[in-house]
């Protein structure tokens, strides 16, 4: 039986991190374990628009990094009206006008996208700019594709490229497999010790023009706020008491890794 050329899938992270253009052309940020609604990445690679970074500062105290938050934020953007009430934006969305009424439209209005104008009443005051030009995930696995294939399926909502990258050892039953992966619109890719990260099949573009989901918006905030934080990683928990942390090397979701980011200083919410 052949062995695996990496003992646990955190040895994988570097080789990876190291190839993003592999899987992402271009400039990019790498960040760890950022939470999705659906599950977390091993790795997000994000290019950040840096000027809708930087001017966040002047017109919100917080990043979105709620989904009810996003829902409503975007819903407001899609109303030709400046003046809207909490019931009209219930009617678009799976929330009670009680809840956006009282919980949701304050806190927007802390952040400075809206100001309550009368009783029921909101005004819009501020637009949302995606803070990410592009976002691409990927699911690092070992041996088991079957579940990699499962979780970066749920990714792909919030994100513009879903990857599933397989130790190339134990990589045959999955690109035996090539045509699930095309038909979902996910990415395969093996990465080797010594070749490297190598792509099998593409991820398959993304339709819908220049709207984005609020599951992607979601994502690129959260990262937003660990990058501008000077962190690299969101937590990286026990599994069954258990730290899988790499074997061989410095782990990069760990915060003495490396020297952190340097960003001008933005509040941010713990809202989860």
Known sequence: ??????TREADMLAPIANQATQLMPGTSETLYEVQTTAGIPDIVFIDFDTVAL???QGISKSFIVDFSDMCVLQALDEFDAEVI????LAARLPLS?????STVLPRLAEYGYVCKQSRGKWLSVS???SLAKRICTVEVKIRDWRGGYSQTLRHRASTDAAWLVLDSTYSTPATAHKEWFKRAGIGLATVDMEQGV???VAPKPKRGGSK??????LLAERAAHLYVTGQTSGSVGLVFGVDLTTTTGPDPRRPSVGEPHSFPEVAHSTTS
């Not at 009430?85 to 009209?88: D, P, R």
């Open 198 to 200: 190598k792509r099998v």
């Open 54 to 56: 930087e001017h966040r």
């Open 85 to 88: 009430s909490a019931a009209e």
């Open 97 to 101: 006008a009680k809840y956006i009424s």
């Open 212 to 217: 984005r989901s609020a599951y992607r918006e």
């Open 127 to 129: 637009k949302f700019k």
């Open 1 to 6: 039986m052949p062995k695996p050329q990496f």
